[in-house]
């Protein structure tokens, strides 16, 4: 069954650093794209960062760029993201999500069908 698991968040202070781990089982890793996605209170999902199946090509919301990295490692089966310089604006629930990999990877939800129950990032002094 194919398995998605986010890791990694917490409370942390501005300005502050966190990596987010997605973990995935189940499924042959390498031949999907991967997504990283937010929701904040009050808000609609947003994709901030996509990394392709191969890992060459990633893809960055406007508002993430410099601060967010996307990687994967798929000897571990495992897509990171690293979060720099975070803002009290970064407050969300951070999912991972996966979709077969064709083409460029997207930062639109409703084309990933497979996701991961969340992890909480909390930016606040």
């Known amino acids: 069954q194919l398995q998605l698991v986010e890791s990694g968040g917490g409370l942390v202070q501005p300005g502050g650093s966190l990596r987010l781990s997605c973990a995935a089982s189940g499924f042959i890793w390498k031949s999907y794209a991967v997504g990283w996605f937010r929701q904040a209170p009050g808000k609609e999902r947003e994709g901030v960062a996509a990394i392709s199946d191969s890992g060459t090509v990633t893809l960055y919301a406007d508002s993430v760029k410099g601060r967010f990295t996307i990687s994967r490692d798929d000897g571990k089966n495992t897509v990171y993201l690293q979060i720099d310089s975070l803002k009290p604006e970064d407050t969300a629930v951070y999912y991972c999500?996966?979709?077969?990999?064709?083409?460029?990877?997207?930062?639109?939800?409703?084309?990933?069908?497979?996701w991961g129950q969340g992890t909480r990032v909390t930016v606040s002094s």
């Open positions: 999500a996966a979709k077969i990999g064709v083409g460029n990877p997207g930062l639109k939800s409703n084309e990933y069908p497979y």
